[in-house]
């Protein structure tokens, strides 16, 4: 069953402390992202990551860290430098950096305690 | 950096009826694609319109594109309650922005049973 797998649904964040959001794809896809989404809002790009070991600053990369030593995983972490966390965090994958097609997973919403 | 614009930002319609969304955007693009989003899930692909094309169809979508007035429309005919959900235009601008999509803010839909 191949896809894009997200987890946790939820996360709790405390102030302070850095939380990581796990993304899996078995789509065999170069091409990872990041997005936030805050309500009634767009996407916004957090980090993309063309190729393994390889990653680049989207828009709104400041408070968060990635990180890509395996084609299948691209996990975020968003520090305690990140000071409004609360959103909604989707992951997506393309075959390629510049194959239009995103693929996204089902999200992570992170709310702050 | 905001590229696409929806309108309007919410519609409700009755079943059967035709929805109609448009998506302004302000610079040249490659391609433009529709996507749709159930409330707390992840964005699924629905279409892509290249911008050397003017319609496509996918089964009960239809998309236009005007690149002289950079703009593109969405059109489901015959609603269902199933189609309620946010969608959103993505735009790709081809040459240096690495295959990045930049999302509007979407169009809410509701369509009543």
Same mark, same amino acid.
């Given at each position: 069953?191949?896809?894009?797998?997200?987890?946790?649904?939820?996360?709790? /964040?405390?102030?302070?402390?850095? #939380?990581?959001?796990?993304?899996?794809?078995?789509?065999?896809?170069?091409?990872?992202?990041?997005?936030?989404?805050?309500?009634?809002?767009?996407? /916004?790009?957090?980090?993309?990551?063309?190729?393994?070991?390889?990653?680049?600053?989207?828009?709104?990369?400041?408070?968060?860290? #990635?990180? /890509?030593?395996?084609?299948?995983?691209?996990?975020?972490?968003?520090?305690?430098?990140?000071?409004?966390?609360?959103?909604?965090?989707?992951?997506?994958?393309?075959?390629?950096?510049?194959?239009?097609?995103?693929?996204?997973?089902?999200?992570?919403?992170?709310?702050?305690? | 950096?905001?590229?696409?614009?929806?309108?309007?930002?919410?519609? @409700?319609?009755?079943?059967?009826?035709?929805?109609?969304?448009?998506?302004?955007?302000?610079?040249?693009?490659?391609?433009?694609?529709?996507?749709?989003?159930? @409330?707390? *899930?992840?964005?699924?692909?629905?279409?892509?319109?290249?911008?050397?094309?003017?319609?496509?169809? @996918? %089964? *009960?979508?239809?998309?236009?594109?005007?690149? @002289? !007035?950079?703009?593109?429309?969405?059109?489901?005919?015959?609603?269902?309650?199933?189609?309620?959900?946010?969608?959103?235009?993505?735009?790709?601008?081809? %040459?240096?922005?690495?295959?990045?999509?930049?999302? %509007? !803010?979407?169009?809410?839909?509701?369509?009543?049973?």
């Amino acid at each position: 069953d191949g896809g894009i797998t997200q987890s946790p649904k939820y996360l709790f /964040r405390k102030e302070g402390q850095n #939380v990581t959001l796990s993304c899996e794809q078995n789509l065999n896809h170069d091409a990872m992202y990041w997005y936030r989404q805050d309500p009634g809002q767009g996407l /916004r790009l957090i980090y993309y990551s063309q190729i393994v070991n390889d990653f680049q600053k989207g828009d709104i990369a400041e408070g968060y860290s #990635v990180s /890509r030593e395996k084609k299948e995983s691209f996990p975020l972490t968003v520090t305690s430098a990140q000071k409004n966390p609360t959103a909604f965090y989707l992951c997506a994958s393309s075959i390629y950096a510049g194959m239009e097609t995103q693929y996204f997973g089902p999200g992570t919403r992170l709310l702050v305690l | 950096s905001q590229q696409g614009e929806e309108d309007p930002q919410a519609l @409700s319609i009755q079943e059967g009826e035709n929805a109609t969304m448009n998506c302004s955007y302000k610079t040249s693009i490659n391609n433009l694609q529709w996507y749709r989003q159930n @409330s707390g *899930r992840g964005l699924v692909h629905l279409i892509l319109i290249r911008s050397n094309e003017r319609e496509k169809h @996918s %089964g *009960r979508l239809r998309v236009t594109l005007d690149t @002289s !007035k950079k703009s593109s429309s969405l059109l489901i005919t015959a609603s269902r309650a199933a189609d309620t959900a946010s969608y959103f235009c993505a735009t790709d601008l081809g %040459g240096g922005s690495q295959g990045n999509l930049i999302f %509007g !803010k979407g169009t809410k839909l509701s369509v009543k049973p």
